[in-house]
């Protein structure tokens, strides 16, 4: 009941795209495709583009284990421009900063969200620190 109670909150405070999953420290994003890593990890620890993607590789979260680091173009659905962070109020851990994204170009160009502005931005360079968001695909 209380599961329900807080899906149903979540519901009507932030849209029906996002429901917390508090227990498992996640967001699902609906109609449920994406699930979100929302642990107070996300905005502890920054870290270079490939321990990211290693530490996304790694990652066990809600008894899950495929996490993945997401692409630009899912990193913009969460943005809220109207909040600082640029982030949709369901995510309760967020650093006002750099979130990596997978894209990765050439000459170790690689790209990020900055949840201060909502943008993307690139850099050169794969020793650069930002904040990591593991998301999975569910399935």
Same mark, same amino acid.
């Given at each position: 009941?209380?599961?329900?109670?807080?899906?149903? !909150? #979540?519901?009507?405070?932030?849209? #029906?795209?996002? =429901? #917390?999953?508090?227990? /498992?420290?996640? =967001?699902? &994003?609906?109609? %449920?495709?994406?699930?979100?890593?929302?642990? %107070?990890? =996300?905005?502890?620890?920054?870290?270079?583009?490939? /321990?990211? !993607?290693?530490?996304?590789?790694?990652?066990?979260?809600?008894?899950?284990?495929?996490?993945?680091?997401?692409?630009?173009?899912? !990193?913009?659905?969460?943005?809220?421009?109207?909040?600082?962070?640029?982030?949709?109020?369901?995510?309760? $851990?967020?650093?006002?900063?750099?979130?990596?994204?997978? &894209?990765?170009?050439?000459?170790?160009?690689?790209?990020?969200?900055?949840?201060?502005?909502?943008?993307?931005? $690139?850099?050169?360079?794969?020793?650069? #620190?930002?904040?990591?968001?593991? =998301?999975?695909?569910?399935?």
């Amino acid at each position: 009941m209380k599961i329900l109670a807080s899906i149903l !909150l #979540s519901m009507s405070l932030f849209g #029906s795209d996002f =429901v #917390s999953e508090r227990q /498992s420290q996640t =967001v699902i &994003q609906n109609p %449920e495709t994406l699930m979100w890593q929302d642990d %107070e990890q =996300v905005s502890e620890q920054k870290m270079s583009y490939k /321990s990211a !993607l290693s530490y996304c590789e790694s990652l066990g979260l809600g008894d899950m284990t495929d996490w993945r680091m997401p692409t630009q173009q899912e !990193l913009f659905h969460i943005i809220d421009n109207e909040r600082t962070p640029t982030i949709f109020p369901v995510f309760a $851990h967020t650093a006002t900063d750099c979130y990596w994204a997978t &894209q990765k170009e050439q000459n170790n160009r690689v790209s990020f969200i900055d949840f201060a502005t909502g943008k993307s931005m $690139h850099v050169i360079g794969l020793d650069y #620190s930002c904040f990591i968001r593991c =998301v999975r695909k569910i399935k």
